[in-house]
């Protein structure tokens, strides 16, 4: 079991350019997290999926952050028109279930540099 | 929104003593409260949780407190080693679904020999 893999791990764009994070669950795993994380503001929840179905997307900002999960092996976090402010460590993270079942396993993360 | 706090941003303490990391959360639906560890260069691992229906939990040399009535839960190391040095992070659930978690910003513990 290769845990939750998260490509690139770091990638680098200009202010205004598109970034794509992917993300890999674990196998047989039905709920798929996005966390942003920062030093200022720790571990912000983006959003989740639950058997591919996006269930809460509540803290994506709204306009330039999309995710997707088009099927069980992999999610999608698309940022358009990069900023600054965008800079971060996005973890992905995948669960057996929801609920009492929740404990999370992330993936390395993808650290995301904006210039 | 809904949030957790965590109290401690920095925690030092010499090798062999108790470290406690203190948490409180504000939404009354929370039922499930787990605790992960970000060694450095690493991502978040699960370390231990506790839910709803218990005040107390032990695994090894880990043992997590909950006061529902506080909205509070702790995290106490006994007989730390060098290598417990890491972020600590709390989480609560969220709603009465307990889908999201919600995390605290994290303690640095350091241990020092």
């Known amino acids: 079991n290769a845990g939750v893999i998260q490509t690139p791990r770091h990638k680098v764009t200009g202010k205004g350019q598109e970034a794509t994070l992917w993300c890999e669950p674990i196998?047989?795993?039905?709920?798929v997290f996005w966390y942003r994380q920062t030093i200022v503001q720790g571990l912000e929840f983006l959003t989740y999926?639950?058997?591919?179905?996006?269930?809460?997307d509540s803290g994506m900002p709204k306009e330039r952050f999309s995710a997707q999960m088009p099927n069980q092996s992999h999610s999608t976090l698309k940022i358009q028109s990069t900023q600054p402010q965008d800079s971060a460590v996005y973890l992905c993270?995948?669960?057996?279930?929801?609920?009492?079942?929740?404990?999370?396993?992330f993936g390395a993360g993808t650290r995301l540099s904006v210039l | 929104g809904e949030k957790v706090e965590q109290h401690e941003s920095t925690l030092s303490v010499r090798e062999g003593d108790s470290a406690v990391i203190n948490c409180t959360y504000t939404?009354?639906?929370?039922?499930?409260f787990p605790w992960y560890k970000q060694e450095a260069g690493k991502s978040l691992h699960f370390v231990i949780d506790?839910?709803?229906?218990?005040d107390r939990k032990q695994s090894q040399r880990l043992i997590v407190l909950l006061d529902k009535k506080a909205k509070r839960f702790s995290l106490h190391i006994t007989a730390t080693q060098p290598e417990d040095s890491a972020i600590y992070f709390c989480?609560?659930?969220?709603?009465?679904?307990?889908?999201?978690?919600?995390f605290g910003i994290g303690t640095l513990l350091s241990v020092k020999p």
């Open positions: 993270a995948s669960s057996i279930g929801v609920g009492s079942q929740n404990t999370l396993y």
């Open positions: 196998s047989g795993h039905s709920a």
């Open positions: 999926f639950r058997n591919q179905a996006p269930i809460d």
């Open positions: 939404d009354t639906a929370s039922s499930y």
């Open positions: 506790i839910r709803s229906n218990v």
């Open positions: 989480a609560a659930s969220i709603g009465s679904s307990g889908n999201k978690l919600i």
